[in-house]
Every structure is written in C-alpha cells, then in structure tokens.
C-alpha cells in the first residue's frame, strides 16, 4: 500500500505561518487627541496668568488708579509621580526556533500594553493618588453638565454652550463617549428621520456632533462623556514607553528580558477648556 500524507502524516512538515494574530484592541487615543508634550526630565512649572488689569477712562490730571497683574504656575511630574513598568523574559532557545521575530514582537506587544494602561490612566477620574499617577481627564476642575439620566442631544448643546461662554476655541473641541453611548445618540432621529451626528470628513468612519469631531472609548468611566479642546492640555514627558534589552540578568539561566518604562503626567492649562457630562445611565 503505498504511504500517503493521511497515513503517515507525522512525516509531513507542519506548515505555520509567519503571522502572529493579536487580539483585537482599541487603539491609544489620548496622546494621539493632540496635547501640548513637553518633553522634561524633572518637575516641570508652568507660569501663568490668573487675573488681568482693570483700565478704565480718565481726563485730563485725573489720578490712574494702580491695578496689578497676578500670576500663577502649574506643577507637573512631581518626585513623587511613579513610572509604568513591566519585564518580559523569554529563553534564548525560543528566541532561535520561533517562527517569527519574536523579540520585535513581545517589542511592540508590551509598547501597546503600556500605551493602554497610560491612556487608561489619562481618561480616568483618578485623582491622581497623592500625585503617584497623572489625574484623570474626569477629575479636572473643569466644567460640568449634569446629565443624571440618558444623554441627549440637548445636554450636549448645553456643553458646547458652556464652552463658549468660557471663550474655549470651539473649533479643535473633542467629544468623548463611551460605545454604548455613541450608539445610542446615533439611533436619535428628527422628525423627518434624519441623523444627527454626521461624517467625519477628515478620518474614515469617524463621526461628527456640532461640527466636533468624536473619540471613542471604553476606558472612559461608565456614566461619563466629555467635550474637551486637547490644545489647552499640557503632558510632561519624562520617558515615552521605552525599551531596555537585558541580555546579562538571567544569564545563568540563558534568558533574555526585555524592560518597557514609561513616565508622564497631564494638567490642564485652561480648566474650562474641559467639560464633562456625568450621571449618564441607560
């Protein structure tokens, strides 16, 4: 009888492919929104001004009254802000039989890892654990609207009210939602059936509300939303998610570690310049 592949397969090499699928994810979204990074080693100050000058009219030999202008300053990376740390080993062994390049892979694996636990960080409504951790976008002390119920669309007009009694630049204005929250509003229809959140022109699928455009999230805390202008957020940057090769650690054990580091904090340069939208339910 003659031997065939089904007969004998442990004689047959196994094909595998060189395509290592990851799981689907949600990309970081926070640093790519668009705010101010600073790059910085150390505490980081940021002067500004908290009150202006009150001019007013005089005639001829009438005595100017004085008026004085107040300064302030924002803190950022404080000493005692903590890092985002992880090391991942593998043998040197798997290291030659994978049948991918697996260090650039655990490489850009980790690299995203640590991005999500920043960007969860950064859209949270931490405050901050005693200046361990960058605070929560949500725990700003920014503006809010009070939804206490579903979200409509008019208590998103009442945020973009808010935004431009407070002269924020309306036009690099950002909402924030949650997918459940998204999906809800896109299913609100006029009288005519018409939509209201439109095409974002300027990304594929993207939406737009008011002529914002939207960023969606599930790392935003249930019960929250935002409108937000990322322009008036500054981000220290002390080290961006860094790779150190540990090729003498594990020596002894023929192991190779690769160490991701990561460091920054957030603070709004105008508060105002951020609005939330909380009790959101259904």
């Known amino acids: 009888?003659?031997?065939?592949?089904?007969l004998a397969s442990e004689l047959t090499a196994e094909q595998v492919q060189s395509v290592l699928v990851q799981p689907l994810e949600q990309a970081s979204t926070f640093l790519a929104a668009g705010p101010k990074i600073v790059d910085t080693a150390g505490p980081l100050r940021i002067p500004t001004l908290?009150?202006?000058t009150a001019p007013g009219w005089y005639g001829q030999n009438e005595q100017i009254a004085e008026d004085d202008v107040d300064f302030g300053e924002i803190t950022l990376l404080p000493t005692t802000m903590k890092s985002v740390k992880v090391v991942s080993k593998?043998?040197?062994e798997l290291t030659r039989q994978s049948v991918i390049a697996l260090e650039s892979a655990i490489r850009a694996r980790v690299s995203r890892d640590v991005a999500a636990v920043l960007d969860a960080q950064f859209l949270s409504n931490s405050n901050g654990d005693a200046g361990t951790k960058?605070?929560?976008i949500f725990n700003y002390a920014g503006q809010t609207v009070e939804v206490d119920g579903a979200l409509t669309l008019d208590h998103m007009i009442d945020a973009d009210a808010l935004a431009l009694s407070a002269h924020v630049d309306t036009g690099a204005l950002r909402?924030?939602?949650?997918?459940e929250t998204l999906t809800a509003l896109r299913k609100v229809e006029d009288n005519a059936g018409r939509k209201f959140f439109e095409p974002d022109s300027?990304?594929?699928?993207g939406l737009t509300f008011l002529g914002?455009?939207?960023?969606?999230?599930?790392?935003?805390?249930?019960g929250l939303a935002g409108l937000v202008n990322f322009g008036e957020i500054v981000v220290a940057r002390d080290q961006a998610p860094s790779i150190k090769v540990l090729d003498q650690t594990w020596g002894d054990f023929d192991v190779v570690g690769l160490r991701?580091?990561?460091r920054y904090d957030v603070a709004p340069v105008h508060s105002e310049a951020v609005i939330a939208l909380t009790g959101i339910t259904g």
């Open 260 to 262: 991701t580091t990561a």
């Open 90 to 92: 593998f043998s040197n």
């Open 50 to 52: 908290t009150g202006g």
């Open 212 to 222: 914002h455009s939207t960023i969606v999230s599930d790392r935003i805390p249930a």
């Open 134 to 136: 960058p605070r929560g």
């Open 202 to 205: 300027t990304r594929a699928g």
């Open 1 to 6: 009888m003659t031997l065939t592949t089904t």
């Open 175 to 179: 909402w924030l939602l949650r997918p």
